[in-house]
């Protein structure tokens, strides 16, 4: 079956998580994705030995690595070599999509910038994703997620009120900037097929997390008042999570007033649906604290499966509050195989996150793990670059790759 990015080739130039998110996301769907790394030391994120308190070496493969680069290829080459720079060169002559994420300036210092590479091939897609915009006064700062969650707001609007800032440590400021480099890539190569023409792409992280959070940031820039971190006895009574009898908690969310029967016939109580304190959208939200204590006690008085079974029965919106193991486990998740076996050439049998988007005609494929360091330099070299044998075999003597 075709792969809807097929014959798409990609020099992938990123490190560490934001860029190398974007271009698995494209590898995933066919396309030919050639990560270019430093020799020696490759890609920062391969030397990750402990996040959040937790080992991520397994049997000497990297998790946080396998999790952003499979389905690539690995090519080594030292860009300040002036033949590790030419070799660039001659791949971007043959590639549709140049990719990283330096810092705004670097890759210019480089001799690797926009126009340097639109010379040799007009119509490349050259695709940045930086830390706070390619304009600016910090335009050529450093940044990682935690930054951009912090410069965005997100974090003085997560957590509890008079809490401290919370950091979402599922890096979210990378992903939302991986997704939305993908999304710019594959709309320049639309375009591209379209018009015939290259062109430039920039995203950030602060970007991505000012686009994320749009509904607060417009209510605010309307409103000129700035939101809260919330308790769950701020928030709407029948948009809240409620502990169950043995100890587990369910989320209920529910935004529209048909919905408000329905829950009150799930909950069994007698009278709840026209209490007049509680019968309309807008007595609810009035007396939210005091509706919030009466669910807490019904909810208490039966199990979570109980409870599960009695909110489906009656089409309430609804989610059990899971931890990983029980994700892991979820036939809801197996079937759509967003969890999927693997059997990695290192790890053995083991599971991988999967790909989240489904394609009825062109769908994507996890086909290879992600890459050992340089594993295929002589191969790219050979098959894309047109070198020979004896230039590769000269390479390694000068250390080039």
């Known amino acids: 079956m075709p792969m ?14 934001q860029g190398p998110v974007a271009t698995q996301m494209l590898a995933d769907m066919g396309a030919e994705v050639i990560k270019i790394e430093p020799p020696i030391r490759g890609d920062r994120g391969r030397g990750l030995k402990r996040i959040y308190g937790k080992t991520w070496d397994f049997k000497g493969v990297n998790s946080y690595f396998e999790a952003h680069n499979r389905n690539k290829k690995s090519v080594t080459v030292d860009l300040a070599h002036s033949k590790g720079k030419e070799i660039i060169y001659r791949l971007t002559t043959k590639s549709d999509v140049f990719v990283h994420n330096f810092r705004v300036g670097a890759a210019e210092r ?15 897609i050259y695709a940045h994703a930086s830390g706070f915009g390619p304009k600016g006064p910090d335009r050529e700062s450093g940044a990682i997620d935690p930054i951009a969650q912090a410069r965005s707001g997100i974090m003085s609007v997560t957590g509890k009120p008079n809490d401290l800032p919370i950091l979402i440590p599922a890096g979210v400021a990378d ?3 991986a997704m939305l480099l993908a999304y710019g890539i594959v709309t320049a190569l639309f375009a591209r097929e379209r018009l015939g023409i290259g062109q430039r792409i920039d995203t950030s992280l ?3 997390q000012i686009a994320l959070q749009g509904h607060l940031l417009q209510n605010y820039l309307f409103s000129g008042s700035p939101p809260n971190k919330i308790s769950r006895m701020d928030m709407s009574p029948t948009y809240n999570y409620y502990q169950t009898k043995d100890g587990r908690w369910i989320m209920v969310g529910l935004m529209q007033q048909k919905y408000w029967p329905r829950l009150c016939r799930a909950l069994g109580v007698e009278g709840l649906e026209n ?13 939210n604290r005091e509706l919030i204590g009466v669910l807490d006690q019904i909810f208490a008085t039966r199990t979570a499966k109980e409870w599960l079974e009695r909110l489906t029965a009656n089409d309430v919106i609804h989610g059990l509050v899971q931890d990983y193991i029980e994700v892991e486990s979820d036939p809801q ?4 195989e967003y ?7 290192v790890v053995g049998p083991t599971k991988l996150v999967g790909i989240p988007v489904k394609l009825s005609e062109t769908p994507g494929q996890i ?20 070198y020979t044998w004896d230039e590769i075999a000269q390479f390694r003597e000068e250390r080039v790759i």
């Not at 209490?275 to 007396?287: A, S």
């Open 110 to 124: 480089m001799g690797v910038g926009y126009e340097d590479l639109r010379k040799l091939n007009p119509k490349i």
């Open 275 to 287: 209490d007049p304190r509680f019968n309309t959208l807008d007595t609810r939200q009035e007396n």
């Open 4 to 17: 809807a990015l097929e014959g798409v080739r990609i020099l992938d130039w990123t490190m560490a998580q």
């Open 367 to 386: 086909r290879e793990s992600a890459p050992q360091l340089g594993q295929h330099t002589e191969e790219v070299l050979l098959e894309v670059g047109g």
């Open 333 to 336: 998740v197996m079937e759509n």
């Open 175 to 177: 992903q939302v900037g």
């Open 206 to 208: 602060l970007g991505g």
């Open 339 to 345: 969890i999927v076996n693997f059997n990695h050439p």
